[in-house]
């Protein structure tokens, strides 16, 4: 399916307060937990507090992939909680998708009919791959004007937004839950090691599989303390 979304996930890995936090734990993690390897990513803006800012601003202790910008560490792949910006992460994303949102809404949604999402014609596919194989359920979907749409922005050279067709369901589920689903992606991941050694994530393909798994992400996020760790990792 033409899509947006590749085969990269992000993993994000918290660890408990005092932990090292190093490329050896972190992977150990995911590979035990998805027989995978992955790469550090710069997801999280490192917060410099108004008092200790001109201290911290220049230091990457306990950062896990320190970026700098003009010398000052701006983002990082992880690091103690209290240190990433996650409050800056969700208003960012927020902000963003909303603004996405409202384009598809105005170009997109206004024009065409609603259609089917993905999800749909990939059951079909699951339920039957004889009589129907994953180019037959491609082309089924793709055959939709609101599919047909998103897929001509794309080739828009120029084109302020791309509208990801893999995400129609989240788009025609309204503003609210498309924002949300992003600003909970952006903190929590495609799937989230615990602290405590369990794996969440979605436990299938659908919107509501990826809305159920993000609550329980975010929500074990916001309870971690200020020193414990966490980082995030693009794996395949």
């Known amino acids: 399916m033409?899509?947006?979304?590749?085969?990269?996930?992000?993993?994000?890995?918290?660890?408990?307060?005092?932990?090292?936090?190093?490329?050896?734990?972190?992977?150990?993690?995911?590979?035990h937990h998805l027989a995978t390897t992955g790469?550090?990513?710069?997801?999280?803006?490192v917060r410099h507090r108004r008092l200790t800012g001109l201290v911290t601003r220049w230091s990457s202790r306990h950062l896990l992939h320190p970026w700098r910008r003009f010398g000052a560490v701006a983002y990082a792949a992880g690091g103690p909680v209290g240190r990433l910006d996650l409050t800056r992460v969700v208003a960012q994303t927020s902000a963003a998708a909303s603004a996405r949102w409202r384009a598809w809404q105005h170009q997109v949604a206004r024009t065409t009919p609603s259609a089917r999402p993905w999800e749909d014609f990939l059951a079909q596919h699951h339920a039957n791959p004889d009589k129907?194989?994953?180019?037959?359920?491609?082309?089924?979907?793709?055959?939709?004007?609101?599919?047909?749409?998103?897929?001509?922005?794309?080739?828009?050279?120029n084109a302020p937004y791309l509208f990801d067709?893999?995400?129609?369901?989240?788009?025609?589920?309204?503003?609210?839950?498309?924002?949300?689903?992003h600003w909970r992606t952006a903190i929590a991941g495609d799937a989230l090691i615990t602290a405590e050694g369990q794996l969440l994530r979605p436990q299938g393909p659908?919107?509501?599989?990826?809305?159920?798994?993000?609550?329980?992400?975010?929500?074990?996020?916001h309870r971690l303390r200020r020193r414990q760790r966490m980082c995030a990792l693009a794996v395949d």
């Open 165 to 181: 067709p893999a995400e129609l369901a989240a788009y025609q589920a309204g503003q609210a839950a498309y924002v949300c689903l």
């Open 2 to 31: 033409p899509t947006l979304t590749t085969a990269t996930r992000i993993v994000v890995v918290c660890l408990p307060a005092g932990a090292l936090v190093d490329w050896y734990t972190v992977c150990e993690a995911v590979d």
């Open 39 to 45: 790469v550090a990513v710069h997801r999280f803006p």
């Open 206 to 221: 659908t919107l509501a599989d990826r809305l159920r798994y993000l609550q329980q992400a975010a929500t074990y996020i």
């Open 132 to 157: 129907v194989s994953l180019a037959e359920a491609t082309r089924r979907f793709e055959a939709q004007p609101r599919v047909l749409t998103m897929l001509s922005l794309l080739a828009h050279p």
